[in-house]
């Protein structure tokens, strides 16, 4: 497998539940990350991890929490969400040093219900 | 704040045309902008690029312009086709990092 690859394509959970969005990426990359994309808006920057290392947490609820066991694989642990949770989450990944260009998963298609 | 917008949410042109992209962006330090496209039920793919020190890029049947004086940003296909339909996306950073989203435009290519 090439690029970048997140499963599952689509979830539909409670919201009881638990459940985990996971992304691998086949690219050699040192930076991951995960966006929301909601509808009519811009995309939105979850977390970045760099060298297996949280960099960023652009003030996420604690029900989403991130794993990046290392660098080729990403995690997004889901608990207790709200139905304004649902949308298409991003899995993206770079090279740290690099040009900055971003490569993307085709996303997970997340409803809450 | 500083943002990444586009003039335009929805773009319609008929298949053969020229389509132009627009992207406004305001933080004047940033040193790199990308153009993606989205496709239904796809992530965003890379489509151009271009560095601050330039002011045109040209791929194949695109181009990108890049004017700093009035920080705009444009995405020009050419003989557009039906296959580009989708949502256009620029997206600024600055040393490599922080990359940024504009909402993004939907191109309709017209048979």
């Known amino acids: 497998e090439t690029g970048v690859t997140q499963t599952p394509r689509h979830l539909v959970m409670g919201m009881t539940n638990k459940k985990s969005l996971k992304c691998e990426q086949h690219l050699g990359h040192n930076a991951m990350y995960w966006y929301k994309q909601s509808a009519k808006k811009p995309l939105e920057l979850m977390f970045v991890y760099s060298l297996e290392e949280r960099v960023e947490n652009n003030s996420v609820p604690s029900r989403f929490s991130p794993e990046c066991p290392n660098s080729s694989h990403l995690f997004l642990h889901l608990h207790t969400l709200q139905p304004e949770d649902s949308a298409l989450y991003l899995c993206a990944s770079s090279q740290m040093g690099g040009t900055g260009e971003l490569f993307f998963g085709e996303g997970s298609r997340l409803t809450v219900l | 704040g500083e943002s990444v917008g586009l003039h335009l949410p929805t773009l319609s042109v008929q298949e053969g045309d020229n389509s132009i992209i627009n992207c406004a962006y305001s933080?004047?330090?940033?040193?790199?902008f990308i153009w993606y496209k989205q496709e239904s039920g796809k992530g965003p793919q890379f489509i151009i690029d271009?560095?601050?020190?330039?002011d045109k890029r040209q791929g194949q049947r695109v181009t990108v312009l890049l004017n700093k004086t009035v920080k705009h940003l444009s995405l020009q296909i050419a003989a557009t086709q039906p296959g580009d339909s989708a949502v256009y996306f620029c997206a600024e950073s600055r040393n490599n990092n922080d990359m940024r989203f504009g909402a993004g435009t939907r191109l309709t290519v017209k048979p």
């Open positions: 933080n004047s330090a940033s040193d790199y």
């Open positions: 271009i560095r601050s020190n330039m």
